[in-house]
């Protein structure tokens, strides 16, 4: 009984008409002489005190709370909004421009639901589907749903606290009004159309998935030259820096998932490279993009630059950027028409801007050091003996000193993260059913794994295991001085360049084609890469960088066939008439 | 209990919707086409990382456990528990049981973990569905036990054996019958207890009256919690001897030989040879007749020839009157020495020295070379070796000597361990070696002659 709380009710009772009211626990009057409880409740005034989701379904008035279990009505194009809106958010804490939202993720989101025709057009699909499903039925739900016409706008944008932020995303009319929903077109799903959606085949339309979400995202990132590849993208989600497994927890409560949502925005599986990838030009088709703009020299996504990120990541020395950016040259990479994306052209592909980058480093080290398991370490024993009898000198670089150091650290780091992908928790907070039946076992189900987890959770280890990552571009850290993660970044090629004229050419003049046949059918798929047929330290390079990308081997080895291919066209040329040999000279 | 069991049960229907699309229209159910479709369903995708999560986790688990890094498993363990809500019904299921094992075991040995925080968890997990409740609560009980925790064990128990779920079925009376028979045990452990206790007291004692009474008592819960379980094909050793050794105490000489013979001669039964021996001992406490042992132990010798009593066996053979129980006697001697752990036996050694010569003295060279044709091949190498005399006149002279005197008889004065055995002039064996000698001379099957 709060009688402090209660002194602003000054009316008399009406039975002993004493004035000295107190508070009862559900916040009503009653008085304190004859405990009579009143009809009149206290005025809610601080509104921190009462769940604030309540509050907005008040102060919009535009949702209905249809009934006390159900939430409100939303449409499964609104959830994958709501995703697509909590990625971008994450996008931009992580320094990404805010116009990435505003004004490129908006537009492309606003174009997918007009060419899907879901909004932004006559004659929405989910308008349509749902009136065609209750022309079917007895009218029966009618009478107590009087608002037929009433206005419906789609909020999920604004939902999320942001409703003073007048950003283009946020304040976007969402014109499937008018929607009628009978009761039953959800019973299966907390959403208004996910029964509809997940049944849903037309021919032509590209559906939305949650990994599409992914794909949305990096054609934004693309569009605005953003410093993220795609395989940053995906370290990042699978860091936990951008929201995608159960994403839709963070949904506002009173969207209810259930039923078939569960198997739209429930995700089980990690993005892969390959899959977006595809996604991604899937979609820029669908939604018929124009050219991108412009890869130039200048840009984060230009093989040059890229390389140099990559040759610093993985420890290699400085000096080899001049190397790689003469395979871009020669290659023709790093053309502006070759690296721009264009949906439109007729054979819409978009580089791999990141893989193509390790994969000119490749090919470098192969030019360098020939990989074959034999003349990478006679070069490393000159260069150490070298070493040893100059110390004052700028060192050159050891190739097994390297392979040392990367080995060690990249074990460490796989290991870390295998265990990691072990340990990983998928399942949300907020439990997903079937139906409202098996609400209350999920959710059961639920409290005894966390009870569980809490017993454990005290037998674990006391040593903290490296608490998560702040987000990067970069996953080693080289510094100078520290004898088990040497920094090779300012060490110099001299003994594997020679000076020849006026231009350095590589002591090795042998090179060996990783792959000797393309794939002759219209995929224009090279060889698969089985490791085995492979020297140890070519297997190792490659797998070092495909860790490091997240992508398969065979991947990263099919790319370097590819810029082998453009670099050596000539001798490709000549191998296919006697492909018996495979190495080949080389000078430049 | 919460109802929760019976909705997990219920929950398995309405939750595989998708599944149930499987079942074709016969009622026929085809798991690896539920896999086939499921991988339809994924756009080809074989598995789902959450079950590569799941499935490298628990192997990770089972690593720790091997390599006992308790701290570790814990860790994997914690993670290992969404396994509860993998939405493949099948997995579902078999998590708990693999949960229990594992969790129980993590909880057994790590140095954090205590009575209250196992008992927390066996309560959680017996709790979680309804095809545990038992096994969890009968192995909860033996920690309790193994950690001197007797009355919160036989509580466990009662609770345990109070337990139903639907209809009792064959897999769970086994169960409530173990879980009763552990009952027992525990309640055959405080009358034991008491007899001792009673056996320290003066019988016109007042005490002794009320403490032979609460003693009576305990034996009538005892037997009917023992008899369900024996009555079940097993092997029951613990159970049968204590029930015996009570039914023996208050006289029930018939109930204990009744509850014996059947759980030594009942062919549902396996084979046990420890149910030979119970029932073997029970009938010489009871002076029963020496062919009704001879049958015992002849069992006994088929299934264990080289147990200990087979040693007594022979005795009680070489009194018998019967022609045919002096062949078995020789046979069982032989039958001891083929197993390498009895090689040093000097005992069984005396006797076929002993049996050896009384057998030839008395005319049945047969009988010896019948046993001696299936050994010579490999005896001479296994017993009489001269590595063998070497180590045996130096370990234990006495055991020398016999085995010296059966390998001259067997195979004869040129055998290898013979010779050494009588090279080795010793000062006080001087005596015995030469009676050796006289006696293989005598008697050795092998004619030097021939």
């Not at chain 1, 020939?370 to 050891?398: C, G, I, M, Q, V």
């Not at chain 1, 594997?496 to 350095?504: P, R």
């Not at chain 2, 234990?396 to 390998?407: I, Q, S």
């Amino acid at each position: 009984m709060d009688l402090e709380e209660a002194k602003e009710f000054k009316e008399r009772c009406t039975q002993c008409a004493a004035v000295s009211w107190g508070l009862t626990d559900e916040g009503k009057y009653y008085c304190t002489s004859c405990h009579n409880v009143t009809e009149r409740s206290k005025e809610v005034i601080n509104t921190g005190a009462i769940p604030n989701t309540k509050i907005q379904a008040i102060n919009r008035g535009l949702k209905r709370k249809r009934k006390l279990e159900r939430g409100w009505d939303w449409y499964v194009c609104e959830g994958f909004q709501h995703i697509l809106y909590q990625q971008v958010e994450a996008l931009k804490t992580l320094g990404v421009g805010p116009e990435l939202k505003n004004e490129v993720l908006h537009n492309f989101w606003k174009r997918y639901l007009q060419k899907s025709k879901q909004a932004y057009c006559k004659n929405p699909v989910c308008r349509r589907k749902v009136t065609v499903l209750e022309d079917n039925q007895s009218h029966s739900d009618w009478d107590s749903e009087p608002e037929l016409l009433r206005d419906f706008s789609c909020p999920s944008f604004a939902e999320s606290g942001t409703e003073s932020q007048p950003d283009g995303l946020a304040q976007k009319p969402f014109p499937i009004s008018k929607a009628s929903q009978s009761e039953t077109a959800s019973i299966c799903s907390g959403s208004l159309d996910g029964v509809e959606y997940s049944l849903r085949k037309e021919k032509g339309i590209v559906k939305m998935t949650v990994p599409r979400t992914l794909a949305f995202c990096y054609l934004s990132l693309l569009w605005q030259r953003e410093t993220v590849t795609l395989s940053d993208l995906l370290r990042f989600v699978e860091e936990g820096h951008i929201p995608y497994i159960n994403a839709f927890q963070h949904f506002p409560e009173e969207m209810k998932l259930y039923g078939r949502d569960k198997g739209i925005f429930a995700i089980e599986s990690w993005p892969t490279y390959e899959d977006i990838y595809k996604k991604m030009i899937e979609i820029a088709k669908f939604l018929d993009l124009p050219r991108f703009p412009d890869i130039t020299e200048d840009c984060y996504l230009h093989p040059n630059i890229l390389c140099m990120k990559y040759l610093m990541e993985v420890n290699l020395p400085d000096e080899m950027n001049d190397l790689t950016c003469q395979v871009v040259k020669m290659t023709g990479v790093g053309e502006v028409d070759f690296l721009t994306f264009d949906p439109i052209a007729k054979m819409a592909k978009t580089v791999k801007y990141d893989v193509q980058a390790v994969a000119v480093i490749v090919v470098v080290l192969k030019l360098l050091f020939l990989l074959d398991d034999n003349l990478e370490w006679s070069l490393s024993n000159t260069a150490e003996k070298y070493n040893e009898n100059n110390k004052e000198d700028k060192p050159r670089f050891d190739f097994r000193k390297w392979y040392q150091v990367m080995k060690k650290s990249i074990d460490e780091k796989k290991q870390e993260w295998e265990e990691a992908r072990a340990k990983y928790l998928w399942k949300s907070e907020k439990p997903l059913y079937h139906s409202s039946i098996d609400r209350a076992v999920a959710f059961k189900r639920r409290e005894m794994v966390v009870d569980l987890q809490k017993q454990f959770s005290t037998l674990v280890d006391s040593t903290p295991t490296v608490g998560r990552k702040k987000p990067s571009s970069f996953q080693f850290n080289w510094a100078e001085g520290d004898a088990a993660r040497t920094c090779f970044h300012g060490h110099s090629l001299q003994g594997i360049l020679q000076n020849k004229g006026q231009s350095l050419t590589t002591k090795n003049s042998l090179y060996w084609l990783s792959t000797q046949k393309f794939c002759r059918s219209y995929c224009k798929h090279v060889t698969t890469y089985e490791e085995s047929n492979f020297s140890l330290s070519y297997q190792f390079i490659i797998n070092l960088f495909a860790f490091l990308l997240r992508i398969k081997t065979s991947f990263l080895h099919e790319e370097v066939s590819l810029i082998e291919k453009r670099l050596f066209k000539t001798k490709y040329s000549k191998t296919k008439k006697k492909s018996s040999r495979s190495r080949k000279g080389r000078k430049y | 209990m919460s109802d929760f069991s019976e909705e997990l049960i219920r929950s398995k229907t309405e939750d595989d919707q998708e599944e149930s699309c499987v079942l074709s229209g016969t009622g026929m159910y085809f798991p690896w086409l539920q896999k086939h479709i499921d991988t339809v369903e994924t756009g080809g995708k074989k598995e789902k990382d959450f079950a590569q999560t799941t499935s490298a986790c628990l192997n990770r688990i089972q690593e720790a456990l091997l390599k006992h890094q308790w701290p570790q498993a814990a860790g994997y363990m914690h993670s290992y528990f969404q396994i509860l809500e993998d939405s493949d019904s099948h997995k579902r299921q078999a998590a708990p049981e693999i949960i229990w094992k594992l969790g129980s075991e993590i909880l057994f040995y790590h140095p954090k973990s205590n009575m209250e925080t196992f008992n927390t968890f066996a309560d959680r997990m017996k709790n979680m569905g309804v095809m545990n409740y038992l096994k969890i609560s009968l192995q909860h009980a033996l920690y309790l036990l193994h950690h001197g925790m007797l009355e919160d064990a036989n509580r466990n128990l009662s609770r345990a054996e109070m337990w139903r779920y639907g209809e009792k079925s064959s897999s769970q009376e086994v169960l409530i019958n173990l879980i009763q028979a552990y009952k027992g045990l525990l309640q055959y452990y405080t009358w034991s207890k008491k007899k001792m206790e009673l056996s320290n007291l003066d019988e016109d004692d007042y005490a002794y009256n009320t403490a032979s009474q609460t003693m009576l008592n305990h034996s009538w819960k005892t037997s009917v919690n023992l008899g369900a379980l024996i009555q079940t094909p097993g092997v029951w050793d613990p159970f049968v001897k204590s029930y015996v050794e009570m039914l023996e105490f208050y006289g029930d000489q018939d109930g204990a030989r009744e509850v014996l013979t059947n759980y030594a001669y009942d062919e549902k039964f396996p084979s046990n040879p420890n149910a030979h021996v119970y029932l073997y001992n029970f009938l010489k406490r009871e002076k029963a007749p020496r062919e009704k042992l001879i049958s015992v132990l002849k069992i006994l010798y088929q299934i264990v020839p080289s147990h200990k009593l087979m040693l007594e066996f022979h005795r009680l053979l070489k009194k018998s009157e019967k022609k045919d129980h002096h062949k078995l006697g020789l046979e069982v001697l032989f039958g001891v020495l083929d197993f390498a752990g009895c090689t040093k036996n000097i005992t069984a050694w005396k006797y076929l020295a002993k049996y050896l010569r009384q057998t030839l003295m008395g005319n049945h060279l047969a009988w010896v070379q019948e046993e001696w044709n299936s050994r010579k091949t490999w005896w001479p190498s296994f017993h009489f070796s001269s590595f063998w005399a070497k180590s045996d006149w130096k370990e234990d002279v006495a055991l020398a000597c016999e085995k010296a005197l059966v390998a001259g008889i067997l195979l004869g004065k040129g055998c290898r361990y013979f010779r050494y055995i009588c090279k080795q002039d010793h000062q006080v064996l001087r005596k015995k070696i030469r009676r050796i000698r006289k006696s293989v001379k005598k008697h050795s099957i092998v004619n030097p002659g021939l």
